[in-house]
């Protein structure tokens, strides 16, 4: 019998910020580099918030192939891609500016169509049938990175507790017009996508997150979003934080190494 059972949770912690994002930044170039071996392409999805700042150790690093990334967004927020409050401007701002990835390997929402929040999921899921569905062929995309943070509520992408796109099964991409944080109009990565990535990668900093964390790793019976991201076999999922962020955790850590 096939074992589907998810992989446990890898948690590597670092003393400080300059020794998490070098080893982020180390993990993510293995990442790319086996996935370009395999299929010539690198699918990374990522999100917003405190994470495009610890990506840092990826600017002016020659190892870094971005003519062969191909991002989307985890999640977004349906205003203009320049809006203060867009995931992809603060990506432009903190990451992609400062990096020569080609424009069109950069995959946004379309504003244009932010009155009708179904038309924009659906357009954005064909965004990722384009990529993803010709060369995979699977039930739903296989990212081969995503790249996310949490909320201190332990809400992942725009994932909130309690909200009804905690149960989707189907679709890969969906819509809230009432998210509990603003702005409430957002496009989410739902579980499934989340669940059949082959790596996923949470980055925590800071004592504001101890409380969540201890109870996402802890206590996954909970059912925070985030305890709910557990990539199916041959997935995995790794938590990068600093001490702060781990230090009401009991979950074992593991030392970080390639």
Partial sequence: MVNTAPNAPVLCTFPNNAELQNALAQFIIRAQKESIEKKGRFGVAISGGSLPKQLSGLIDNPAVKWDKWQVFYADERVVPLDHEDSNHALNTRELFSKVPIPPQNIHTIDPSLADDLEELADAYEKELIREFAMKDSARFPV?????????????TCSLFPGHALLSEEDRWVAYIEDSPKPPPKRVTLTFPVLNHAARVAFVVTGD???DVLHTILDEPEQGLPASRVRPVNPGHLYWFTDEAAASKVQYPRTPFKL
Avoid: R, V
């Fill in 143 to 155: 990212f081969d990175l995503i790249l996310l943070g949490i909320g201190p509520d332990g809400h």
């Fill in 208 to 210: 504001a997150k101890a």
